[in-house]
């Protein structure tokens, strides 16, 4: 089955790093861009940038670069969305994306369950 | 303030027709292809139209949409209670380098 499975929910307190993962199976994980989405309680989507596997290619959309850090293990298929200090605002739910295998411009056909990451002291 | 522009709600009732808007401009929706997206509550966001006017396959073609320069229109017919749900319109934006959404679309069948 082709499918992103992300990790479970998070809880952790301001200034704490985190990790959140996204595994693919079911296809050639390295030749499909994997964006992040944020979704803050009761609000939209927030497109918040991509990474191709293959390359590690990355794109932030500029409210999120230096805020975040994207990477990929090829080895086990895994995208990841990487925060060194966490802030309270940080608190929403995390989604994958899987894109087009060749432009970085087109649909996202596979999204992941999601993360929930709650910041609180 | 989101790039691309969509109405916050819209309602109807069973069996009727609605049509959510979504505009944008020339960098985006002008010049890129327009996807959607429905978040039923509780659930990850879903690929409904891709392409401008292409369904993946297992949605329905009560689901249509027409695109107008830098504008497009997501319309479902013969509503049902499962449509409630959130309506997301997507593309990227080639002034900005980066995919933009719209700000959503909140669909109560009454």
């Known amino acids: 089955e082709v499918q992103l499975v992300q990790a479970g929910a998070e809880v952790k307190k301001p200034g704490e790093s985190l990790k959140i993962s996204c595994k693919g199976s079911?296809?050639?994980?390295?030749?499909?861009?994997i964006a992040w989405v944020r979704q803050m309680p009761g609000k939209g989507l927030e497109w918040m940038g991509i990474?191709?596997?293959?390359?590690?290619?990355?794109r932030y959309s500029p409210p999120f670069q230096g805020q975040v850090t994207m990477s990929v293990d090829q080895s086990m298929n895994t995208a990841y969305l990487q925060w060194r200090s966490l802030r309270a605002s940080d608190t929403a739910i995390y989604y994958c994306?899987?894109?087009?295998?060749?432009?970085?411009?087109?649909?996202?056909?596979?999204w992941g369950q999601g993360t929930l990451v709650t910041v609180s002291s | 303030q989101s790039v691309l522009t969509q109405p916050p709600s819209v309602s109807a009732a069973p069996g009727q027709k609605v049509t959510i808007s979504c505009s944008g401009s020339?960098?985006?929706?002008?010049?890129?292809?327009l996807s959607w997206y429905q978040q039923l509550p509780g659930t990850a966001p879903k690929l409904l139209i891709y392409?401008?006017?292409k369904r993946p396959s297992g949605i329905p073609d009560r689901f249509t949409v027409s695109k107008s320069g830098t504008s497009g229109t997501l319309g479902i017919t013969g509503l049902q209670t499962g449509d409630e749900a959130d309506y997301y319109c997507?593309?990227?934006?080639?002034?900005?380098?980066?995919?933009?959404f719209g700000g959503g679309t909140k669909l109560s069948v009454l």
């Open positions: 990474i191709y596997p293959g390359d590690s290619e990355t």
């Open positions: 079911g296809y050639n994980f390295n030749s499909y861009w």
């Open positions: 392409d401008n006017n």
């Open positions: 020339g960098s985006n929706i002008g010049s890129n292809y």
């Open positions: 994306a899987r894109g087009d295998e060749s432009s970085i411009s087109y649909e996202y056909d596979l």
């Open positions: 997507g593309t990227w934006d080639s002034s900005l380098n980066i995919w933009v």
